[in-house]
């Protein structure tokens, strides 16, 4: 008896000593991780188990709220943001009227612009498929490397002419569009997961900068080639990017892709997801709206209008200044689910509200007569078309994570990085059609139809848009079901 006693005392001494183990074991996995990168040190803890962050990540977009990793990211690709939609507008006042004196025909011209769009597109849907295999800061920070790399070289293309100038701006060129491709995925990715509840937010708010470097481009440009000539504003922005890839570099921290390894997400099941498909279509349109409007707006103003270049330069400074102060409110509301479905509705009625505008539509000038045919008119067109492309725009990376997630895609940094990639890579292909497109119609019936043509492709999307919203909400309450 006594000695079954003795045995029942010195298997609870065990116990005892067992659960006091786990017990230090337990808060010592509790302390937070110290993760050093540069000169800065940030306090973070893991993700739990139930793929939810820290209280600090769950309260969403503040700035004053958001930890030391938060405010970083957001800091260095807000900062790319700007010098990425700087470099991208500052070619536009010289690089054409350059390339025709180079011996370059105005149809090669084009393509030289559009070989980037097509590369870019097939870059980010390969960068978005493996970004954690590649490594989301790797892909960051070389990205910009050779962005910046690309138009060093392309400035030296001054010394070169006819076709030698023509195979070199195809090269570099293409080569650049991987390196945009490579930034644009791994930075919409990190963001993504540093605010997975403020997605729309973020990505409203990443909006000015990309406005600010739209406004900032064109008069730099202009600036630095009177200065300088044809290599100094290339040579400038290439080494900004270069100054932009040592910060990005230091700051950044390390993403939890470097933990996770390599993840493999199904490229073909995420495209068979309606909604997707539906976002990505939505994706080219709104390119489309934005773009198709820069070869030939320009010139349409001065020949009807009799308007002069810094009466132009204030017009679209106009545009970009609308969409960047409202993108962030309009980016608040995309983070709402409920609110998306009317605010992309209404954002496209008001795109295409602004493109019958604009020109004005020959069918509200000549046909109906309810307008006159007064520059007034197309600057009201403008703001209008800045104000609702920002509500179509912000909720694209929500709706296709709210989609993957239904259709029971897990939510991980190989997702972020698949839709960031998908997003940025029909944007691509939108930013190719429209000013192909507004070109060839500019050509054959005038700018007026052209844009008339385009809210008739607004409004036909808008159809598609309502046809789905109604069938997505009749299957709700059979996928709601059959979740339960």
């Known amino acids: 008896m006594k000695k079954a006693e003795k045995d029942d005392s010195e298997t609870s001494r065990l116990l005892d000593a067992q ?17 050093t990168y540069g000169s800065v040190t940030d306090e973070h803890t893991e993700e739990v188990a139930n793929n939810t962050e820290t209280s600090t990540e769950e309260e969403g977009f503040s700035l004053r709220r958001a930890s030391k990793r938060q405010i970083l990211s957001f800091v260095s690709i807000a900062l790319l943001n700007f010098c990425g939609a700087c470099y991208y507008s500052v070619i536009a006042p010289f690089f054409p009227n350059e390339a025709l004196k180079r011996g370059v025909p105005q149809i090669v011209v084009g393509l030289i612009f559009g070989c980037f769009a097509v590369v870019n597109f097939f870059g980010n849907l390969v960068f978005g498929k493996y970004i954690t295999a590649i490594g989301s800061r790797f ?6 490397f050779v962005s910046g790399s690309c138009s060093v070289l392309f400035g030296l293309l001054e010394y070169m002419e006819g076709t030698t100038f023509m195979v070199f701006c195809f090269t570099i060129r293409s080569i650049e569009a991987l390196g945009v491709a490579g930034f644009q995925t791994a930075g919409t990715a990190i963001l993504t997961h540093a605010f997975p509840n403020k997605v729309g937010t973020v990505m409203g708010s990443l909006e000015i900068f990309s406005g600010l470097g739209l406004m900032a481009g064109p ?3 202009g600036v630095l080639y009177d200065l300088g000539g044809f290599k100094t504003p290339f040579i400038t922005m290439g080494l900004l990017l270069l100054c932009c890839c040592v910060f990005v570099t230091v700051l950044i921290p390390p993403q939890p892709d470097e933990q996770e390894g390599k993840t493999d997400v199904p490229l073909l099941f995420f495209f068979k997801i309606p909604a997707v498909l539906v976002a990505c279509g939505l994706t080219v349109v709104i390119a489309c709206m934005l773009d198709y409007m820069d070869p030939v707006l320009q010139p349409y103003l001065i020949k009807d209008f009799k308007t002069s270049p810094v009466h132009i330069g204030l017009i679209y400074l106009l545009w970009a200044a609308v969409y ?14 409920k609110c998306v479905p009317v605010m992309v509705t209404l954002g496209m009625a008001g795109t295409m509200v602004g493109t019958l505008l604009l020109g ?15 520059l007034w008119v197309n600057i009201i067109a403008l703001v209008v078309i800045a104000a609702s492309c920002g509500a179509v725009m912000t909720p694209i990376v929500n709706m296709m994570l709210w989609a993957a997630s239904d259709a029971g895609m897990e939510n991980n940094f190989a997702l972020y990085g698949l839709v960031s990639g998908v997003m940025n890579a029909f944007f691509a292909i939108g930013n190719l059609l ?11 019936f ?3 139809w052209t844009s008339t043509a385009f809210g008739g492709l607004v409004l036909f999307y808008i159809v598609v848009l309502l046809v789905f919203y109604i069938y997505d909400g009749c299957l709700s309450p ?7």
């Open 19 to 35: 659960n006091a183990s786990r017990h230090v074991q337990l808060e010592t996995d509790s302390v937070p991780d110290v993760v």
């Open 360 to 374: 004005p539509s020959p069918l509200l000038t000549d046909y109906v007569h309810i307008l006159p045919r007064k």
């Open 324 to 337: 960047a102060i409202l993108a962030p409110g309009c980016g608040w509301l995309a983070d709402k689910k």
């Open 139 to 144: 892909l960051l920070t070389s990205g910009v």
């Open 446 to 448: 005038g700018f007026p």
């Open 434 to 444: 429209g000013p192909l497109v507004g070109s060839a119609l500019t050509d054959r």
């Open 219 to 221: 008069p730099i440009g």
């Open 478 to 484: 059979t996928r709601d079901g059959i979740n339960r």
